[in-house]
């Protein structure tokens, strides 16, 4: 169990000076004002968090189920499946489009994650894809690709 531990603190101490470089490139870029923020605020809040959850992680206490779990094989056929379905996502994504793309790869997600029933899998991912679309295409105004669906009326 101390090795895992020590493998905790280690990785803890690696994503806390990864946020600190990130916190210093988003300060480079320039943080703007609360009203007219600039092009690092994003990244600087967001290393600002790495950061804190970083000590979360180096102070808290051992857990004997997490060493046994560690401890366990990691099962490289899901790792490798999911990296191939970002891959092609990425590959794709222009091609697709952003709904159809991004509606496949969470329902591949689901199902390497364990979900048995189609009902639900396919109730997240379409639900999932379309809170996505309203946050980033409705409320956001972010222009996502179209892709095959571009062509429908």
Same mark, same amino acid.
Request: net charge positive; glycine share 12%.
């Given at each position: 169990?101390?090795?895992?531990?020590?493998?905790? $603190?280690?990785?803890?101490?690696?994503? &806390? =000076? @990864?946020?600190?470089?990130?916190?210093?490139?988003?300060?480079?870029?320039?943080?703007?004002? $609360?009203?007219?923020?600039?092009?690092? &605020? =994003? @990244?600087w809040g967001s290393a600002i968090i790495l950061f804190f959850l970083s000590c979360l992680v180096l102070l808290r206490k051992p857990d004997p189920?997490?060493?046994e779990e560690m401890s366990s094989p990691i099962p490289w056929g899901k790792v490798i499946s999911v990296l191939a379905a970002l891959g092609l996502y990425i590959a794709f994504f222009e091609i697709a489009g952003f709904l159809v793309s991004t509606g496949l790869l969470m329902v591949v997600l689901l199902y390497l994650a364990g979900a048995t029933s189609r009902v639900r899998i396919l109730t997240v991912a379409l639900g999932g894809t379309f809170c996505i679309y309203l946050l980033f295409?409705?409320?956001?105004?972010?222009?996502?690709?179209?892709?095959?669906?571009s062509i429908l009326p």
């Open positions: 169990m101390p090795k895992i531990r020590n493998l905790d $603190r280690w990785g803890a101490l690696a994503w &806390m =000076v @990864f946020a600190v470089f990130i916190a210093s490139q988003a300060w480079a870029l320039g943080l703007g004002t $609360r009203s007219a923020p600039g092009p690092g &605020m =994003v @990244f189920h997490l060493a295409h409705v409320w956001l105004k972010i222009r996502l690709p179209g892709g095959i669906l």
